[in-house]
C-alpha cells in the first residue's frame, strides 16, 4: 500500500539554525499538508498546499516556515531560524484531492522528531 | 471544552473486551476522523464518517456520530493486545479550500493480555 515517508527520522539542530524536513507524498495525491505536535500535546495543523501554493496556514505558521515542492515528488517544511519551542514531532500528510476534497481521509507519515538544542 | 476532546484520556482493558472512546466537538463539521497512533509512530487513518451519517463499521470497529449533540464514539470490538495504542479524533470543519483536520487530546487505550 503506498505511503507517504519522511525524512529524516530524527533531527537534532543548534537553536537559530536552518533545518529542512522532507517528505514524500502518495504518488497520485494533490493536496499536501504539515501538522505538528509538541511532545504529550495535540497534533496541530500548520500548513495545506495545493497546486503549489499555500491554501491554508495557521497562526503557527509564521515567516519562519516556508513550505517548498521543489519536484513532482518531495514536499519540504523549512524553519529558518529554529527556536526552542520548534522541538515536537512534525508530520506530513496528503489526500487525494480527486473530485470534492472534502471527505477524504488524509495520509501520514511517521514523522520526523526535530529535537532543538 | 476545545475542538475535538476525547474521553477518558486513558483506558485499560482486559483483551477481548470492547473499548469504547468518545470525541466531542464544537463547530460544524463536514466529517469526523478517527486515527491510531503507536508509540512514537504515525498517525494511522481507521475510519472517518461523514456528517449526514449517523454510524459506520469497519471491521472491529464500529463509530457514531450525533451532529445534534456534536459527538462521536469509536467502538473497538474483541480487543487484542495490538490495539494498544493512544486514539485521536479528528474534525473537518466546513470551509473552503483544503481540509485542515483540528485534533482532540486523545484516549491512551491499553489492552492487558
Not at chain 1, 513550505?67 to 496528503?94: H, Q, W
Not at chain 2, 471544552?1 to 468518545?22: C, F, K, R, V
Not at chain 2, 479528528?90 to 491499553?110: H, Y
Request: with cysteine; glycine share 6%.
Amino acid at each position: 500500500e503506498p505511503e507517504v515517508t519522511q525524512t529524516p527520522s530524527h533531527q537534532v539542530t543548534q537553536m537559530g539554525q536552518e533545518v529542512i524536513l522532507r517528505c514524500v507524498p502518495i504518488s497520485n495525491h494533490l493536496y499536501f499538508y504539515w501538522y505538528r505536535q509538541i511532545l504529550g500535546q495535540k497534533v496541530e495543523f500548520l500548513v495545506s498546499f495545493y497546486n503549489n501554493e499555500i491554501s491554508e496556514k495557521s497562526e503557527i505558521f509564521d515567516d519562519q516556515f516556508s513550505v517548498e515542492r521543489p519536484d513532482g515528488s518531495n514536499f519540504t517544511l523549512k524553519i529558518r531560524s529554529t527556536k526552542l519551542e520548534d522541538s515536537a514531532m512534525y508530520f506530513c500528510a496528503s489526500s487525494p484531492g480527486q473530485g470534492l476534497v472534502y471527505n477524504q481521509p488524509q495520509h501520514f507519515g511517521d514523522g520526523t522528531r526535530l529535537s532543538i538544542l | 471544552s476545545q475542538q475535538g476532546e476525547e474521553d477518558p484520556q486513558a483506558l485499560s482493558i482486559q483483551e477481548g473486551e470492547n473499548a469504547t472512546m468518545n470525541c466531542s466537538y464544537k463547530t460544524s463539521i463536514n466529517n469526523l476522523q478517527w486515527y491510531r497512533q503507536n508509540s512514537g509512530r504515525g498517525l494511522v487513518h481507521l475510519i472517518l464518517i461523514r456528517s449526514n451519517e449517523r454510524e459506520k463499521h469497519s471491521g472491529r470497529l464500529r463509530v457514531t456520530l450525533d451532529t445534534s449533540k456534536k459527538s462521536s464514539s469509536l467502538l473497538i470490538t474483541a480487543s487484542r493486545a495490538a490495539d494498544t495504542a493512544s486514539y485521536f479524533c479528528a474534525t473537518s470543519q466546513i470551509d473552503f479550500g483544503n481540509e485542515k483536520l483540528t485534533f482532540g487530546t486523545g484516549t491512551r487505550l491499553t489492552i492487558i493480555p
